[in-house]
């Protein structure tokens, strides 16, 4: 669900600004939905993540300038947060927004409707008489001085059926305290924090649990467990309340490692059914170097804990780092192996290192001649989920590929004719760190729609 855009328009006066919201995942044709909202516009304002989404937020913005000469469109998310005054050298783009927007897209919206320019709001760079302003940045602000979000702006039964579950997308906490160094966060949101209430988060859920009736809620917060005390109560809030829903969120492995057994069995109580941990390496000495401040033995306390509660949880970690060892990879996928033996419910996913903007590690990759995109075109072509970095060799990459395939039937839960006899060779082939000749996978992946193996 599109909660960024929800945050913005929940944060507008109702009274005085009518808001559309489009989203262009779900709609056939975004561009005529928008056509039709145009007279009588007062701005369009776009969400913008670095990578793909680019193409379609230039082909929109492009196209409605055009129409609208006149209409200033303002783009906000993590691109422009990165890059806000490059991304003004579009023509199409009026206005950028960086870090948390609300009160400072309401700023730019009041302004706009008082024909008065934006010099002065925080938190925004703008255009004026040809040259580019960057306002000075705006501090976080306590999420509990926002209006609650207002889900009746988008279509929710519509991202059910898409999502095949009655699920409910929902931010109680913006920012991260830590220093990743692979993380765009810190640099975004300078280690700050910011977090609704328990009795507000209660009150809250409740509502819209009545209301939309889902049957799981998914918090996506960078870092949900980020305090003990606020995670127990919040769950004391949807036992007390009665709520009859599962959820999901993030935790560090140090955080799982300071809850306690009772914090455990009164989260599992109140439904947590999955965690996020990010792992990111198996080396240790990989994981001091990206700051990550974890231990692998933080790692499998935290893992042994939720499995002990019956808790599933998702496993991401990152190879293929400028210089990272073979060892160093070898030894991550060590701990992909033990993690995914633990549970049945455990899950490993393995990315190859990306120079996303405005980490330090990416800065490092840079200053070391690797040709960062520089126009808005080149980031929308930047894949940094499935692609990986000139430093990673053939033979690494098809390592990982295959050691993928095999780590995710090893220890399939799933039942089939097929299944059986493929998650025996798989396992076999992980014991022993067999990949070479890997005539299952191509098997698999050539009658995958008959076999049915996912």
């Known amino acids: 669900?599109?909660?960024?855009?929800?945050?913005?328009?929940?944060?507008?006066?109702?009274?005085?600004?009518?808001?559309?919201?489009?989203?262009?995942?779900?709609?056939?044709?975004?561009?005529?939905?928008?056509?039709?909202?145009?007279?009588?516009?007062?701005?369009?304002?776009?969400?913008?993540?670095?990578?793909?989404?680019?193409?379609?937020?230039?082909?929109?913005?492009?196209?409605?300038?055009?129409?609208?000469?006149?209409?200033?469109?303002?783009?906000?998310?993590?691109?422009?947060?990165?890059?806000?005054?490059?991304?003004?050298?579009?023509?199409a783009i009026d206005v950028t927004v960086q870090a948390q927007g609300e009160e400072t897209f309401r700023g730019i919206v009041e302004r706009l409707s008082e024909q008065k320019n934006l010099e002065g709001v925080s938190g925004c760079a703008f255009r004026h008489l040809g040259e580019v302003v960057q306002n000075a940045p705006r501090l976080m602000q306590d999420m509990n001085a926002f209006a609650p979000v207002n889900y009746d702006l988008i279509p929710v039964q519509k991202y059910y059926a898409i999502k095949k579950q009655r699920q409910l997308d929902y931010i109680s906490s913006t920012g991260c305290f830590f220093r990743c160094t692979f993380c765009a966060d810190p640099f975004v949101f300078k280690r700050k924090w910011s977090a609704l209430t328990p009795q507000r988060m209660g009150e809250e859920l409740e509502a819209l649990w009545r209301k939309y009736e889902f049957d799981d809620l998914h918090l996506q917060d960078e870092t949900y467990f980020t305090y003990r005390d606020r995670v127990v109560e919040v769950a004391d809030q949807f036992l007390q309340r009665g709520l009859k829903f599962s959820w999901t969120a993030t935790m560090r492995a140090d955080q799982g490692t300071r809850m306690s057994e009772a914090d455990f069995a009164l989260c599992r109580r109140s439904g947590l059914r999955r965690a996020l941990i990010g792992v990111e390496s198996g080396s240790q000495e990989m994981l001091d170097w990206m700051k990550k401040d974890i231990t692998l033995e933080q790692i499998f306390l935290a893992a042994e804990k939720c499995k002990r509660h019956d808790i599933a949880v998702d496993f991401p970690m990152i190879v293929g780092f400028p210089d990272e060892t073979e060892e160093s990879m070898l030894a991550t996928l060590r701990i992909a192996k033990k993690l995914r033996a633990m549970s049945p419910k455990f899950k490993t996913q393995i990315f190859f290192y990306q120079p996303y903007p405005g980490s330090p590690i990416a800065d490092m990759v840079r200053d070391k001649g690797y040709p960062m995109p520089r126009t808005l075109e080149e980031w929308a072509d930047f894949d940094f989920v499935g692609a990986y970095g000139p430093w990673v060799n053939r033979e690494k990459w098809q390592l990982v590929q295959r050691f993928k395939f095999y780590s995710r039937h090893a220890w399939d839960a799933q039942r089939g004719l097929w299944r059986k006899p493929l998650q025996r060779l798989a396992n076999w082939r992980c014991a022993n760190d067999v990949y070479a000749f890997p005539f299952e996978k191509w098997l698999v992946e050539t009658l995958r729609p008959s076999l049915q193996v996912s």
């Open 1 to 91: 669900m599109p909660l960024g855009l929800l945050a913005l328009a929940s944060h507008l006066d109702p009274e005085q600004f009518e808001v559309i919201i489009v989203d262009g995942r779900i709609e056939a044709d975004s561009l005529r939905v928008l056509q039709a909202h145009l007279d009588g516009a007062l701005c369009l304002g776009v969400s913008v993540l670095t990578g793909r989404p680019i193409h379609d937020a230039l082909r929109i913005s492009r196209t409605i300038k055009t129409l609208r000469p006149d209409l200033p469109i303002i783009w906000g998310g993590w691109h422009p947060s990165l890059f806000p005054k490059e991304c003004l050298e579009e023509p």
